[in-house]
């Protein structure tokens, strides 16, 4: 069974810090990870999809890394803001006829100014 | 475009009732994903429809099921609800199934809550 963690669970940093979110997952064998963000009592905002023979994805000031190998991705955002102020989930999926993502519990980022 | 739109907002239901709640995907998306989130927790997979048919399962009894229309707009029933079932129900919409994976365009949710 597929397991998803996020590291650190929360983060509260002043503006201007470069950030870096760690999940892992427990089962190498994905068809890809996507990067989401949510703000409290809303939808998800997909921010990068990286598929299993992808390394990096970029977007802005983010930039999303996938190692299969050590089952490991890492969300570095830079210079961060106050409006990058969240709750940032990523999801697995597994390889098959059919979607079947898992999702790590996230990280509460908290940007002060 | 319109994103993707879910009705209603808030729901207050009691221990036992029966709750529909309905999804619009983006314009264009065949598929439709429907995910239970309960609050500190990300959000768990309950079904995807693709082309009206179902696609993916998650771990949820029997209770809840859930179809697609042929306008791929989607309804999630859930019977004999339990205080368990108070969550945010968020429905997603991408362009394929799973076999090429686009990304997922996720609605607001509806907030249920169950006395």
């Known amino acids: 069974k597929q397991e998803v963690t996020q590291i650190p669970a929360a983060l509260s940093v002043p503006e201007g810090e470069n950030l870096v979110l760690n999940c892992s997952f427990t089962d190498s064998a994905i068809y890809n990870l996507q990067w989401f963000r949510q703000d409290p009592g809303k939808g998800l905002t997909s921010l990068l999809l990286?598929?299993?023979?992808?390394r990096e994805q970029t977007s802005g000031r983010l930039n999303a890394s996938l190692d299969k190998s050590s089952g490991r991705s890492t969300l570095y955002i830079a210079a961060s803001q106050p409006g990058d102020s969240a709750t940032y989930l990523c999801a697995v999926s597994r390889p098959g006829g059919s979607y079947i993502p898992t999702f790590g519990r996230g990280t509460s980022l908290i940007v002060h100014p | 475009d319109a994103g993707v739109t879910q009705s209603p907002t808030h729901l207050i239901k009691t221990r036992g009732q029966q709750v529909t709640l309905r999804c619009s995907p983006i314009?264009?998306?065949?598929?439709v994903s429907w995910y239970q989130q309960v609050l500190g927790q990300g959000p768990q997979f309950i079904f995807q429809?693709?082309?009206?048919?179902?696609?993916g399962r998650g771990n949820f009894p029997d209770r809840f099921s859930a179809r697609q229309f042929p306008n791929y707009s989607s309804e999630l029933n859930v019977n004999a609800l339990l205080l368990g079932d108070s969550a945010l129900y968020l429905c997603?919409?991408?362009?394929?199934?799973?076999?090429?994976?686009?990304?997922?365009?996720f609605g607001p949710g509806t907030r249920l809550t169950v006395t």
């Open positions: 314009s264009g998306h065949k598929s």
């Open positions: 429809y693709y082309e009206k048919e179902e696609r």
């Open positions: 997603a919409s991408s362009a394929d199934s799973g076999f090429f994976l686009n990304e997922q365009y």
């Open positions: 990286i598929q299993s023979s992808q």
